[in-house]
């Protein structure tokens, strides 16, 4: 599956980190409840393989994938896990040339004009665009969409319900990454139901208007 297609998937991609391993595959099942299939599970936790294996066993209809992806090793572990993809934050020279030999497609980060040119350089157009917020948000996607028009993003940090419809206007956002669906505390008490409504209001986000800067 090619990475655009995945990120076509749903408006927004949850980042998901995930503590115990008990939780993966309800809080799983309830965001796809909502309407939002793709899924990236951060490798900041020991559990976080075990839950993509889970997932991608036992929700059929979900778009795993594995976030935090730092290495070809990590690249190499979330695909045997079962991951449909992977994201990571950032790019080495040494993980860009791993993603050509690898199963899955990485969605790369990037944060400036450099990031983007190495990226193309490596044969890649789709980025994450991260941590959005402190890259320039909005303005920074603008100006970007000039000079690299055939590149599309997914902008991911310091995006919200209320801040993503802005972002989904412009035409090199693809989707949007964020933490909001799934609230630690949600997790932690088992509020399915909570989550679903969370992924229910996410995956019903249009783009609205963006205002031209001055």
């Given amino acids: 599956m090619e990475i655009r297609s995945v990120l076509a998937a749903s408006p927004v991609m949850?980042?998901?980190?995930?503590?115990?391993?008990?939780?993966?595959?309800?809080?799983a099942r309830a965001l796809v409840a909502g309407g939002i299939r793709v899924l990236e599970v951060t490798l900041r936790t020991a559990a976080?393989?075990?839950s993509i294996r889970a997932i991608a066993a036992e929700v059929?209809?979900?778009?795993v994938g594995a976030g935090t992806v730092l290495s070809a090793a990590d690249l190499d572990a979330a695909a045997?896990?079962?991951?449909?993809?992977?994201?990571?934050?950032?790019?080495s020279t040494a993980l860009l040339e791993a993603a050509h030999a690898a199963s899955i497609p990485l969605l790369p980060g990037v944060m400036s004009p450099s990031d983007v040119i190495a990226g193309?350089?490596?044969?890649?157009?789709?980025f994450k665009l991260f941590p959005a917020a402190q890259a320039g948000g909005l303005g920074m996607l603008k100006a970007l969409g000039g000079?690299?028009?055939?590149?599309?993003?997914c902008p991911t940090g310091g995006i919200d319900a209320s801040t993503a419809p802005a972002f989904?206007?412009?035409?090199?956002v693809a989707c949007v990454g964020g933490s909001?669906?799934?609230?630690?505390?949600?997790?932690?008490?088992?509020?399915?139901a909570a989550i679903t409504a969370l992924a229910c209001g996410a995956a019903a986000l249009r783009p609205t208007a963006v205002k031209a800067q001055a």
């Fill in 80 to 91: 045997t896990a079962g991951a449909r993809f992977a994201v990571s934050p950032g790019a």
């Fill in 48 to 50: 976080a393989l075990d």
């Fill in 120 to 126: 193309l350089d490596a044969g890649m157009d789709t």
């Fill in 147 to 153: 000079p690299f028009p055939q590149v599309l993003f």
């Fill in 14 to 27: 949850p980042v998901i980190v995930i503590d115990d391993l008990a939780h993966a595959v309800p809080l």
């Fill in 168 to 172: 989904l206007a412009l035409p090199n």
């Fill in 60 to 63: 059929p209809d979900a778009l």
């Fill in 180 to 192: 909001w669906l799934c609230p630690g505390e949600l997790v932690r008490s088992g509020d399915w």
